[in-house]
Protein backbone atom coordinates (compact mmCIF):
# COMPACT_ATOMS: atom_id res chain seq x y z
CA UNK A 1 0.00 0.00 0.00
CA UNK A 2 2.94 2.74 0.99
CA UNK A 3 4.32 1.77 -2.38
CA UNK A 4 1.13 2.57 -4.31
CA UNK A 5 1.00 5.78 -2.32
CA UNK A 6 4.21 6.39 -3.47
CA UNK A 7 3.84 5.64 -6.68
CA UNK A 8 0.39 8.11 -7.25
CA UNK A 9 2.58 10.54 -5.62
CA UNK A 10 5.29 10.59 -7.96
CA UNK A 11 2.31 10.87 -10.87
CA UNK A 12 1.49 13.41 -9.44
CA UNK A 13 4.80 15.40 -8.90
CA UNK A 14 4.94 14.78 -12.88
CA UNK A 15 1.97 16.45 -14.09
CA UNK A 16 2.34 19.65 -12.01
CA UNK A 17 5.61 19.87 -13.00
CA UNK A 18 4.57 19.25 -16.54
CA UNK A 19 1.74 21.86 -16.05
CA UNK A 20 4.74 24.95 -14.81
CA UNK A 21 6.64 23.95 -17.83
CA UNK A 22 3.26 23.84 -20.61
CA UNK A 23 2.61 27.30 -18.89
CA UNK A 24 6.19 28.72 -18.85
CA UNK A 25 6.53 27.52 -22.83
CA UNK A 26 3.24 29.66 -22.95
CA UNK A 27 3.83 32.59 -22.31
CA UNK A 28 7.73 32.78 -24.01
CA UNK A 29 5.22 32.30 -27.14
CA UNK A 30 2.77 34.92 -26.10
CA UNK A 31 1.54 37.29 -28.85
CA UNK A 32 0.27 40.75 -28.51
CA UNK A 33 -3.36 41.34 -28.06
CA UNK A 34 -4.98 42.10 -31.18
CA UNK A 35 -5.69 45.76 -30.62
CA UNK A 36 -1.73 46.66 -30.57
CA UNK A 37 -1.21 48.24 -33.98
CA UNK A 38 2.18 48.04 -36.18
CA UNK A 39 5.04 50.37 -35.25
CA UNK A 40 5.50 53.35 -38.15
CA UNK A 41 9.51 52.87 -37.99
CA UNK A 42 10.01 54.91 -41.56
CA UNK A 43 11.03 58.49 -41.29
CA UNK A 44 9.20 59.41 -44.07
CA UNK A 45 6.00 57.74 -43.47
CA UNK A 46 6.17 59.72 -39.67
CA UNK A 47 6.15 62.94 -41.65
CA UNK A 48 3.15 61.88 -43.54
CA UNK A 49 1.53 60.80 -40.86
CA UNK A 50 2.64 64.26 -38.37
CA UNK A 51 1.64 66.08 -41.44
CA UNK A 52 -1.94 64.94 -42.05
CA UNK A 53 -2.29 64.90 -38.54
CA UNK A 54 -3.03 61.08 -38.30
CA UNK A 55 -0.37 61.43 -35.65
CA UNK A 56 -2.22 62.22 -32.99
CA UNK A 57 -4.65 59.97 -33.08
CA UNK A 58 -1.81 56.67 -32.76
CA UNK A 59 -0.02 58.51 -30.19
CA UNK A 60 -2.33 56.93 -27.35
CA UNK A 61 -2.69 53.51 -28.79
CA UNK A 62 -0.48 50.78 -27.68
CA UNK A 63 1.92 50.05 -30.30
CA UNK A 64 4.06 46.63 -30.51
CA UNK A 65 8.00 46.74 -30.53
CA UNK A 66 9.57 46.85 -33.72
CA UNK A 67 11.74 44.00 -35.16
CA UNK A 68 15.21 43.85 -35.30
CA UNK A 69 15.63 43.93 -39.22
CA UNK A 70 13.47 47.05 -38.94
CA UNK A 71 14.66 50.43 -38.58
CA UNK A 72 14.28 54.50 -39.18
CA UNK A 73 18.28 54.95 -41.22
CA UNK A 74 18.13 56.33 -44.69
CA UNK A 75 20.33 53.87 -46.05
CA UNK A 76 17.69 50.86 -44.75
CA UNK A 77 15.99 49.34 -48.26
CA UNK A 78 13.04 46.74 -47.98
CA UNK A 79 14.27 45.39 -51.52
CA UNK A 80 17.97 45.00 -49.93
CA UNK A 81 16.92 43.60 -47.20
CA UNK A 82 14.61 40.54 -48.71
CA UNK A 83 17.88 40.01 -51.35
CA UNK A 84 19.50 39.45 -48.86
CA UNK A 85 17.04 37.18 -46.92
CA UNK A 86 17.46 35.28 -50.20
CA UNK A 87 20.85 35.28 -50.50
CA UNK A 88 21.57 34.16 -46.79
CA UNK A 89 22.62 30.24 -46.13
CA UNK A 90 22.18 28.23 -43.11
CA UNK A 91 21.07 31.60 -41.30
CA UNK A 92 24.50 33.23 -41.32
CA UNK A 93 23.03 36.43 -42.26
CA UNK A 94 25.97 38.44 -41.60
CA UNK A 95 27.63 37.11 -44.51
CA UNK A 96 24.96 37.39 -46.35
CA UNK A 97 24.45 41.13 -45.48
CA UNK A 98 28.26 41.53 -45.85
CA UNK A 99 28.76 39.77 -49.50
CA UNK A 100 25.20 42.18 -50.55
CA UNK A 101 26.91 45.40 -49.62
CA UNK A 102 30.60 44.09 -51.31
CA UNK A 103 27.99 43.89 -54.57
CA UNK A 104 26.92 47.13 -53.98
CA UNK A 105 30.14 48.97 -53.68
CA UNK A 106 31.89 47.02 -56.62
CA UNK A 107 28.78 48.16 -58.83
CA UNK A 108 29.93 52.06 -57.61
CA UNK A 109 33.03 51.21 -58.32
CA UNK A 110 32.33 49.83 -61.66
CA UNK A 111 29.71 52.55 -62.50
CA UNK A 112 32.57 55.14 -61.39
CA UNK A 113 35.23 53.85 -63.51
CA UNK A 114 33.07 54.00 -66.54
CA UNK A 115 32.17 57.59 -65.75
CA UNK A 116 35.91 59.00 -65.61
CA UNK A 117 36.83 56.99 -68.91
CA UNK A 118 33.69 58.65 -70.30
CA UNK A 119 34.80 61.07 -72.84
CA UNK A 120 32.04 63.25 -73.48
CA UNK A 121 29.25 64.70 -70.32
CA UNK A 122 26.65 63.48 -72.34
CA UNK A 123 27.65 60.19 -71.68
CA UNK A 124 28.61 61.00 -68.32
CA UNK A 125 24.93 62.01 -67.73
CA UNK A 126 24.31 58.40 -68.69
CA UNK A 127 25.80 56.74 -66.16
CA UNK A 128 24.22 55.80 -63.15
CA UNK A 129 26.16 55.66 -60.03
CA UNK A 130 23.79 55.22 -57.01
CA UNK A 131 24.18 51.27 -56.69
CA UNK A 132 20.32 51.02 -55.49
CA UNK A 133 18.73 52.63 -58.28
CA UNK A 134 20.82 49.83 -60.14
CA UNK A 135 19.62 47.18 -57.98
CA UNK A 136 16.00 48.08 -58.39
CA UNK A 137 16.32 48.97 -61.96
CA UNK A 138 17.91 45.17 -62.74
CA UNK A 139 14.92 43.50 -59.96
CA UNK A 140 12.61 45.19 -62.27
CA UNK A 141 14.11 44.25 -66.05
CA UNK A 142 14.32 40.66 -64.94
CA UNK A 143 11.00 40.18 -63.63
CA UNK A 144 8.69 37.74 -65.74
CA UNK A 145 5.30 38.26 -66.24
CA UNK A 146 4.54 34.76 -67.58
CA UNK A 147 5.42 31.39 -66.39
CA UNK A 148 5.22 27.79 -67.48
CA UNK A 149 3.03 25.11 -65.30
CA UNK A 150 2.37 21.41 -66.12
CA UNK A 151 -1.00 20.73 -66.55
CA UNK A 152 -2.55 17.13 -67.02
CA UNK A 153 -4.52 16.32 -69.53
CA UNK A 154 -6.04 13.22 -71.04
CA UNK A 155 -2.73 11.46 -69.52
CA UNK A 156 -0.62 13.85 -71.32
CA UNK A 157 1.38 17.05 -69.33
CA UNK A 158 0.98 20.17 -70.82
CA UNK A 159 3.29 22.82 -69.83
CA UNK A 160 0.76 25.62 -70.23
CA UNK A 161 1.54 29.56 -69.80
CA UNK A 162 -0.34 31.60 -66.66
CA UNK A 163 0.29 35.26 -65.59
CA UNK A 164 2.07 35.52 -61.82
CA UNK A 165 1.57 37.30 -59.41
CA UNK A 166 4.51 40.57 -58.88
CA UNK A 167 5.27 38.85 -55.93
CA UNK A 168 6.19 35.66 -57.41
CA UNK A 169 7.97 37.65 -60.46
CA UNK A 170 10.40 39.63 -57.90
CA UNK A 171 11.05 36.66 -56.00
CA UNK A 172 12.04 34.91 -59.60
CA UNK A 173 14.09 37.71 -60.51
CA UNK A 174 16.33 38.19 -57.52
CA UNK A 175 16.36 34.01 -57.70
CA UNK A 176 17.65 34.25 -61.38
CA UNK A 177 20.32 36.60 -60.11
CA UNK A 178 21.90 35.11 -57.15
CA UNK A 179 22.47 31.79 -59.90
CA UNK A 180 23.49 33.87 -62.43
CA UNK A 181 25.92 35.01 -59.67
CA UNK A 182 27.07 31.88 -58.37
CA UNK A 183 27.24 30.27 -62.21
CA UNK A 184 30.88 32.10 -62.99
CA UNK A 185 34.51 31.35 -62.87
CA UNK A 186 36.60 30.13 -59.83
CA UNK A 187 38.86 32.86 -59.63
CA UNK A 188 35.63 35.34 -59.84
CA UNK A 189 34.34 36.39 -56.16
CA UNK A 190 31.06 35.40 -56.10
CA UNK A 191 30.07 39.54 -55.00
CA UNK A 192 31.57 40.66 -58.30
CA UNK A 193 29.80 38.60 -60.07
CA UNK A 194 27.04 39.64 -58.85
CA UNK A 195 27.60 43.48 -59.27
CA UNK A 196 28.37 43.09 -63.19
CA UNK A 197 24.79 40.68 -63.30
CA UNK A 198 23.12 43.65 -61.74
CA UNK A 199 25.07 46.42 -63.98
CA UNK A 200 24.15 44.69 -67.03
CA UNK A 201 20.46 43.35 -65.98
CA UNK A 202 19.51 47.13 -65.40
CA UNK A 203 20.65 48.10 -69.20
CA UNK A 204 18.06 45.36 -69.59
CA UNK A 205 20.97 42.81 -71.37
CA UNK A 206 22.74 39.89 -69.57
CA UNK A 207 21.97 36.14 -68.72
CA UNK A 208 19.03 36.86 -66.67
CA UNK A 209 17.27 38.87 -68.85
CA UNK A 210 17.94 37.13 -71.50
CA UNK A 211 16.77 34.23 -69.30
CA UNK A 212 13.15 36.19 -68.86
CA UNK A 213 12.91 36.60 -72.45
CA UNK A 214 13.67 33.00 -73.67
CA UNK A 215 10.37 31.96 -70.93
CA UNK A 216 8.21 34.55 -72.64
CA UNK A 217 9.51 32.88 -76.02
CA UNK A 218 8.40 29.61 -74.81
CA UNK A 219 4.87 31.03 -73.15
CA UNK A 220 4.36 32.25 -76.52
CA UNK A 221 4.98 29.08 -78.66
CA UNK A 222 3.08 26.99 -76.19
CA UNK A 223 -0.33 29.53 -76.30
CA UNK A 224 -2.37 27.27 -77.33
CA UNK A 225 -2.34 25.14 -74.83
CA UNK A 226 -3.37 28.62 -72.43
CA UNK A 227 -7.38 27.34 -72.98
CA UNK A 228 -6.11 24.14 -69.93
CA UNK A 229 -5.94 26.11 -67.60
CA UNK A 230 -9.95 27.14 -66.97
CA UNK A 231 -11.03 23.23 -68.56
Not at 120 to 131: F, G, H, R, T
Not at 204 to 222: F, S
Request: hydrophobic content about 35%.
Amino acid sequence: MACMNKFLGIIQLCKSNTQVLSSLQFNKMSQYPSYYIQPVYRKDVQEELFKSGEAQKLIHHPTKAAMNDQTSSLAHDDLVNLFINYCMKHGNKLLARTVVEQSLESVKRLQLEKYHKAKSEEDKQNIELDPKVIFHKAVENCKPILQLTPIKRGGVRYQVPVPITDRRAQFLSMKWLIAAAKDKEKPVRFHLQLARELIDASNDTGRVVKKKQDLHRQCEANRAYAHYRWS
